[in-house]
Structure formats: structure tokens, C-alpha cells
Nanobody
Framework: QVQLVESGGGSVQAGGSLRLSCAAF????????MGWFRQAPGKEREGVAS????????DYADSVKGRFTISQDNANYTLYLQMNSLKPEDTAMYYC??????????????????WGQGTQVTVSS
């Protein structure tokens, strides 16, 4: 079983920055496919950033390219999302996700079995 625990959310003004963290616990060997997703009120959950931890390749949603950076710390089994130049439209619950099955990055919700509980990010104008 895999457990994912997010932290680092909060409230920030537009233009500010936040760094989200996701710690993985349990049977995490081979957990190569990890990503960040978000869900705003009344909207569907969407992929934000993904990483193939086996090689480090990444992918981002167009809406966050150039502003967000996904990274990993293999020694501590932790995933990060650095968010800069935040906008009010970035306001959402952010979720960490992981899976064993793919050997590539993915922004598709269907490709992930394990999910964290989420951390709230609120950006005010």
C-alpha cells in the first residue's frame, strides 16, 4: 500500500510563490509515475505537472508552463511543486498522485491509482 501526504498549501497574493510537498510512504519501490493535480470548486480535476521519476522527464499543463516546476527528492521519497507567479485562477485543492504502471509521465487522472488527501492553495488578487 502507498500513502501520499501533501503539505505546503496556503493563501498568497497574486504574483507570489508557494512550494508544495508530497511525502510517499509504504511500498514505494518502483513508484516511477508521479504527478500533481488540482480541482477548483465546480470544476473537474485536472493535471498540472507530472514526472517520470525513473528518468526525470516532466510534463506540464499549458496553463502553468514557465511558472510551476515539479521535482523529486529520491533520498526522502518526496515530490515537490514549486509554484511561482501565482494567479487567482490557480486557486484550487492540489493533489499528489502516484502509480507503478507507467514508465513515463502522464497528466491523465486515469493513469494514477494512489492519491493524497489534498492541500488547499488560495491566490487572492
Amino acid at each position: 500500500q502507498v500513502q501520499l501526504v501533501e503539505s505546503g498549501g496556503g493563501s498568497v497574493q497574486a504574483g507570489g510563490s508557494l512550494r508544495l510537498s508530497c511525502a510517499a510512504f509504504g511500498y514505494i519501490y518502483g513508484l516511477h509515475n508521479m504527478g500533481w493535480f488540482r480541482q477548483a470548486p465546480g470544476k473537474e480535476r485536472e493535471g498540472v505537472a507530472s514526472i517520470y521519476t525513473g528518468g526525470g522527464s516532466t510534463d506540464y499543463a499549458d496553463s502553468v508552463k514557465g511558472r510551476f516546476t515539479i521535482s523529486q527528492d529520491n533520498a526522502n521519497y518526496t515530490l515537490y511543486l514549486q509554484m511561482n507567479s501565482l494567479k487567482p485562477e490557480d486557486t484550487a485543492m492540489y493533489y499528489c498522485a502516484a502509480d507503478f504502471r507507467l514508465n513515463r509521465y502522464s497528466l491523465s487522472i486515469d493513469d494514477y491509482k494512489y492519491w493524497g488527501q489534498g492541500t488547499q492553495v488560495t491566490v487572492s488578487s
